[in-house]
């Protein structure tokens, strides 16, 4: 599959943005899809995770603010972000697994190596 993500920007904080992933193909059976941010120098942190059943999951540091969700019939996976902070500020990549032979849950946990699919990235920036 090919992934693009789009809707990245500059906001002020508080402000919200909405991240789209455009997939080649229908995502509805996917084992496991995640938004994941990394911040130059750093390591790839997930973001917020989506099951096969639905069933999301996201990271601490964005609950209550980020909610992944998908438009399977136009193979889109969404991550709207609100109450941005300026510590949000990273590049976006969205990830599938599609099979989940490589085993494990479909969680916050799950390692980025088990993902094999990438896009290219949509920066966001939160200005204070």
């Known amino acids: 599959v090919q992934l693009a993500e789009s809707g990245g920007g500059s906001v002020q904080a508080g402000g919200s943005l909405r991240l789209s992933c455009a997939a080649s193909r229908y995502i509805g059976t996917s084992y496991c899809m995640a938004w994941f941010r990394q911040v130059t120098g750093k390591e790839r942190e997930a973001v917020a995770t989506?099951?096969?059943?639905?069933?999301?999951t996201s990271a601490y540091s964005v609950k209550g603010r980020f909610t992944i969700y998908r438009d399977s019939p136009k193979n889109i996976l969404y991550l709207q972000m609100n109450s941005l902070k300026p510590e949000d500020t990273a590049m976006y990549f969205c990830?599938?697994?599609?099979?989940?032979?490589?085993?494990?849950?479909?969680?916050?946990?799950?390692?980025?190596?088990?993902?094999?699919?990438w896009g290219q990235g949509t920066q966001v920036t939160v200005s204070s």
């Open positions: 990830a599938e697994d599609f099979s989940g032979d490589s085993g494990g849950l479909c969680s916050i946990l799950r390692p980025a190596g088990q993902y094999y699919s």
């Open positions: 989506i099951g096969r059943d639905d069933r999301t």
